[in-house]
């Protein structure tokens, strides 16, 4: 209960980045990638973070909102540092969300989706190769400032159009199929998966060592297709 927001353009990591006399870089391109609300909060206290938000919800949203407020001002100090003409955007990282009930993000955590894209120009959500389908009504009461989202492929594509229909989505293609699946195997689903986006994007991360080219390939020459 006593943790705070620290004095961030003042603490030393934040002066290894952005000080040049301090170690820090000399280029201010590029942009950071950050954690969510709850993937901090989870590393913090771990799984006792799931008794907190049943037992003490109070101690939970402190912890929440210190997290919030020092994402936010490393974000920021990090921006003035660039001095950037581009969009001040910010996509958190939810990688935990299906660890949650639908209410227990609503109550516990989406009020803080709700002030990141109040505060960002360009807002998005990753919640990690997961179905999303969960929270997608909770999602789209923000969907005229979501700019990103993604999620797993057997989310409801359809669904995702209709609550956000100016939203080109994120879907996650699973690694393990991409290094272990046929040609014949991977083409036939990045087929039908193109389909079902219609409009957006297919992501391929976290690739295995191993993983044969021209599976690579496949999985691009069909995508591009459409």
């Not at 958190?92 to 299906?98: P, Q, S, T």
């Not at 999303?132 to 005229?144: H, M, Q, R, T």
């Not at 990045?190 to 295995?208: A, K, P, T, V």
Request: charged letters at 25%; glycine letters at 6%; a negative charge.
């Amino acid at each position: 209960r006593a943790l705070s927001v620290p004095d961030v353009p003042n603490h030393p990591v934040m002066q290894s980045i952005c000080d040049p006399a301090r170690g820090g870089f000399q280029s201010t391109s590029g942009h950071i990638g950050n954690e969510g609300v709850i993937n901090i909060a989870y590393v913090l206290r771990g799984e006792n973070m799931f008794v907190d938000i049943i037992q003490a919800p109070d101690l939970f949203d402190h912890l929440c909102h210190v997290v919030f407020e020092t994402i936010d001002a490393v974000m920021r100090t990090i921006r003035t540092w660039q001095n950037s003409p581009a969009p001040d955007h910010i996509v958190v990282c939810d990688c935990v969300i299906n660890m949650l009930s639908p209410t227990a993000y609503r109550e516990r955590l989406f009020r803080y989706e709700q002030m990141f894209a109040d505060s960002f120009e360009l807002f998005g959500i990753h919640t990690c190769n997961w179905t999303v389908d969960p929270y997608l009504d909770i999602i789209a009461e923000i969907s005229d400032r979501i700019n990103y989202l993604d999620m797993g492929p057997d989310s409801d594509l359809d669904k995702v159009h209709r609550l956000f229909p100016d939203l080109k989505p994120s879907v996650f293609y699973h690694p393990e199929n991409v290094r272990n699946f046929s040609i014949e195997q991977i083409t036939g689903e990045i087929d039908e998966l193109c389909r079902r986006i219609g409009r957006g994007y297919i992501l391929l991360s976290d690739l295995e060592a191993g993983t044969p080219d021209s599976h690579i390939r496949a999985v691009y020459d069909v995508a591009a297709r459409f």
